[in-house]
Nanobody, 112 residues
């Protein structure tokens, strides 16, 4: 069974940086598109970025130029480097992987 586990969240001041990781087990990720989402309190889950098996990448407009998604197939892991963080980036961040499995999420809190 596929499992995903996010890590790297925390509390950071506005303008700071965090790097999230998502380790996938139970399936090699090399052939899959992987995605990051986030959900703020009271809001629906929001798409952030995806990275395909051949490194095509797409970001939602609100994070372009600040967030960078990457993958390391040898570690079965994807990453989300988040720079210039804003209070409105506060949310639980989730990765989405093979067969539409989800991780439990990691909390990111950005203080003003």
């Amino acid at each position: 069974q596929v499992q995903l586990v996010e890590s790297g969240g925390g509390l950071v001041q506005a303008g700071g940086s965090l790097r999230l990781s998502c380790v996938v087990s139970g399936r090699a990720i090399s052939e899959y598109t992987l995605r990051w989402y986030r959900q703020a309190p009271g809001n629906q889950r929001e798409f952030i970025a995806y990275i395909t098996s051949n490194q095509n990448i797409h970001y939602t407009d609100s994070v372009k130029g600040r967030f960078t998604v990457s993958r390391d197939n040898s570690k079965n892991t994807i990453y989300l480097q988040m720079n210039a963080l804003k209070p409105e980036d506060t949310a639980i961040y989730y990765c989405n992987g093979p067969d539409n499995f989800w991780g439990p999420g990691t909390q990111v809190t950005v203080s003003s």
